[in-house]
């Protein structure tokens, strides 16, 4: 039996933590890399959260901002995605300033994106953005789940980004785009004070295909109950 706050360390492990009897499968704790780029800010806090003890805050303050959290997650291929959310709650929101979804593509050495719409604004409050009903993410076109784009990337680093599609719904990114997802990420920014505007959002509980996805063991921990299995994958945790 493993209880809350015992995982307060720097670890580097694969392992499966279970509390209580049974086995119910529904959290799995992997590396979060938060990158902030410019003068913009991406770092995790204990201060706002949806569930758990943690969240990440983003936060983009000048032109050419971004900043994003980003993970290696478990579908191996955007074809294999039934499901894709996250929780949100905006502290400013200014000209679709995100959070967004985005996913990086690799069809054997050949990279596409695919990019959400921002998120509706949510100021004080905590909200579902559902990237394939569209929920609470703004829609520009025909249809509410209309709120994704698609494009070529010129390598890994995605550095140039030419759009090929879009908006379309989430189905028609699957049929256009093959590959395996090397990252997916939720982002704010890239600011150009004109389409997309600086913003500060915290984000958790990012969920695919059903399984919610932790960069804290801690934070797995103080929203499991017993019964729940987490999955800890290999790399370095920092736990304070």
Known sequence: MYKKNLFRFLLVIAVFFTLGASSVMGAEVVPFDLVPIG?????????????????????TINNNDYAYAAFDPIPATIDDITSLSFYYNHVSDNLWSGPRFSILINDSGTYYL???????????????????????IISYGANPDDVWWYGNCNDATCSVYTQVGGPVNFAAVQTALNGNIERLLAYMGIVDGVNVGTGEAY???IEVNGLTYYGKIQDA????????????????????
Not at 39 to 59: E, P
Not at 114 to 136: M, Q
Not at 221 to 237: E, L, Q, R, S
Request: aromatic share 8%; proline share 1%.
């Open 221 to 240: 921990i103080d929203n499991a109950n017993p019964g729940d299995t987490i999955k800890v994958a290999a790399g370095t945790y920092n736990e304070q």
């Open 114 to 136: 695919a990019v959400s719409g921002a998120a509706a604004a949510s100021l004080g409050t905590w909200i579902k953005a559902d990237g394939i009903t569209g929920d609470n």
């Open 203 to 205: 984000v958790d509980d």
């Open 39 to 59: 003068t913009a800010t991406s770092q995790w806090v204990t201060t706002a959260y949806n569930t758990g003890s943690y969240s990440v805050n983003l936060k």
